[in-house]
């Protein structure tokens, strides 16, 4: 079985979009385990085209690094090319539909995802009538035209296709360990200590330096010394106590040096309309490591915590702990790649897709 997948907004060793990378390399675990072979169209970057075990990846769609700026600019008013610019644009999108219906013609893939953006989309330039196209959408913006399926985070009304909606796969990178979360607890809870806290990426963050006065304040971290360590490419930060580590892959995190772990989004950069849209992977790499989690967004506290950081450190028992553990790893198995590959499975088989 074959697969194209449509993804321009990444890169194969992309360090400035380390969550869209990520999020795109479950899906394609997803789509290994059941047996489909995939060619991946990326993003712009050397080589333009290269192997990584049985995938593929066809790196051409030129674009920014940010890919939140293309839909940005979709919805306000972007700024006027030039003619030189316009020029360009041209002849880039003519000789990425080119090539692109040229790879869909050798491949003949039997399904094709793409994911909803405003930089490229195969159903307009290089249409497959027997293959199953579904459409990922995971944000405000919903393409045009017409596909066999939608696969999203939270059910779309008014989507005038089926859809499967349900959280992102997102790949193990460690085991859940109820002793070491309850030992951070009890770290949390003594007095005068010390915190480490964790922040896997800067995506939706306008600026570092407003992420401390936010743990200053927060019930767990009052008059504690704080230290925030920030894996992922980041901007300046001013706050000797923000310690900058650069992009590392998750799976390669020494997750025991941190006591608890955070998500931040701030509301000029991310509203809690846009928010609901997606699903947070960090989250579920930080239940991996095994870290209580703080967050600055009541969407996020209701919808995936539990609430967990409203209350206040000493009223909470090993019962209280436990309770909490069980909902933060019922959550996890909800996006294990191995409990999506089963839903997504019985997605395509009812669009009428036989796998093998």
Not at 227 to 242: C, S, T
Request: hydrophobic residues 40%.
């Amino acid at each position: 079985m074959r697969c194209l997948v449509n993804y321009p907004t990444v890169s194969p060793d992309d360090t400035t979009n380390s969550g869209g990378l990520s999020h795109l390399l479950a899906n394609l675990d997803v789509l290994g385990r059941l047996g489909f072979k995939c060619v991946v169209i990326a993003r712009l970057s050397w080589p333009i085209i290269s192997f990584s075990g049985s995938v593929c990846w066809l790196s051409i769609v030129p674009g920014r690094a940010n890919p939140r700026a293309d839909t940005t600019a979709m919805a306000g008013a972007p700024p006027r090319p030039r003619p030189f610019e316009t020029l360009l644009n041209g002849v880039r999108r003519v000789a990425l539909a080119a090539v692109s219906s040229l790879a869909v013609r050798i491949i003949k893939p039997q399904l094709i995802i793409e994911r909803a953006n405003g930089r490229f989309h195969l159903k307009r330039t290089a249409p497959v009538r027997r293959a199953v196209h579904l459409v990922e959408i995971n944000d405000e913006f919903i393409p045009d035209g017409r596909y066999d399926g939608a696969l999203t985070a939270i059910e779309y009304r008014g989507l005038p296709f089926p859809q499967l909606a349900a959280p992102w796969p997102v790949q193990s990178v460690g085991t859940f360990d109820f002793a070491l979360l309850s030992a951070r607890f009890d770290a949390l809870q003594q007095a005068g200590t010390a915190i480490d806290v964790l922040l896997l990426g800067t995506g939706g963050i306008k600026a570092l330096d407003e992420v401390m006065p936010f743990l200053e304040g927060h019930p767990w971290l009052v008059d504690r010394p704080i230290r925030l360590h920030v894996m992922g490419n980041a901007q300046e930060a001013h706050d000797h106590r923000i310690l900058l580590h650069g992009h590392v892959r998750t799976d390669q995190i020494d997750a025991s040096c941190f006591h608890c772990a955070l998500v931040f989004y701030s509301e000029s950069t991310y509203s809690d309309a846009r928010l609901a849209l997606g699903s947070p992977t960090k989250i579920f790499n930080y239940i991996d490591y095994s870290l209580p989690i703080i967050t600055n967004r009541d969407l996020i506290r209701q919808r995936y915590l539990g609430n967990i950081d409203c209350r206040m450190l000493e009223s909470m028992d090993k019962n209280d702990v436990m309770c909490w553990a069980n909902h933060m790893t019922t959550l996890r198995s909800m996006a294990s790649v191995t409990g999506y590959s089963n839903s997504f499975l019985s997605f395509i088989k009812d669009l009428g897709l036989t796998v093998c």
